[in-house]
């Protein structure tokens, strides 16, 4: 079964930066016909929508608690996504997940259209 694998988490002052990746434990497993995205969960609260980016990479969305701040984006080649945060917050403290929706299928910032998750990596934000 294909499950998706995050790094990068850890622990950042405020105004920091972290950048997260997310790639796939099957290397058959393809990205480039597949949205992908980026949710977290704080403590206590239900997992949210952060940010999501079309099959090729042009069109990107995100929640407005996060634009300015954060950068999603992939390379298709080494089948990979990254989450650039900058400006990081206490607010951002989260458990973020990477997922992937059917190929060719269609996605936007529901949970529900992604068929595919990874476990989560730790993100803490000292302020």
């Known amino acids: 079964q294909v499950q998706l694998g995050e790094s990068g988490g850890g622990l950042v002052q405020a105004g920091g930066s972290l950048r997260l990746s997310c790639a796939a434990s099957v290397r058959t497993f393809t990205f480039s016909n597949r949205i992908l995205g980026w949710f977290r969960q704080a403590p206590g609260k239900e997992r949210e929508f952060v940010a999501r980016i079309s099959w090729s990479g042009s069109a990107t969305w995100y929640v407005d608690s996060v634009r300015g701040r954060f950068t999603i984006s992939r390379d298709n080649a080494k089948n990979t996504m990254y989450l650039q945060m900058n400006g990081l917050k206490p607010e951002d403290t989260a458990v973020y997940y990477c997922?992937?929706?059917?190929?060719?299928?269609?996605?936007?910032?529901?949970?529900?259209?992604?068929?595919?998750w990874g476990q989560g990596t730790q993100v803490t934000v000292s302020s």
């Open positions: 997922a992937a929706a059917r190929a060719y299928g269609l996605a936007s910032n529901r949970e529900y259209e992604y068929d595919y």
